[in-house]
């Protein structure tokens, strides 16, 4: 995605720490933070008892890995 124009700075998300992984299927090494992080459950009306997916994508062969990707606060 590319910012065309930017918008107001007091509403600009702050970067994040970045951590490097490496994909077990095709080998590559690729930095993600956790706005790569993706979300999902199940849908129900109580989403505190609900168990979340955690995952990211390979950005070289497009694999799902999950797994839980601990982030500290800024």
Excluded at 37 to 50: G, L, N, R, V
Excluded at 57 to 68: A, F
């Amino acid at each position: 995605m590319k910012i065309i124009k930017q918008g107001k700075p007091e509403l600009q998300i702050k970067p994040s720490k970045q951590k490097i992984m490496s994909c077990s299927k095709c080998g590559c090494v690729f930095q993600y933070d956790d706005y790569d992080t993706h979300y999902a459950t199940s849908i129900s009306h109580d989403w505190e008892d609900e168990d979340w997916d955690e995952w990211i994508v390979c950005p070289w062969c497009n694999t799902e890995i999950y797994g839980i990707f601990n982030f500290e606060e800024n």
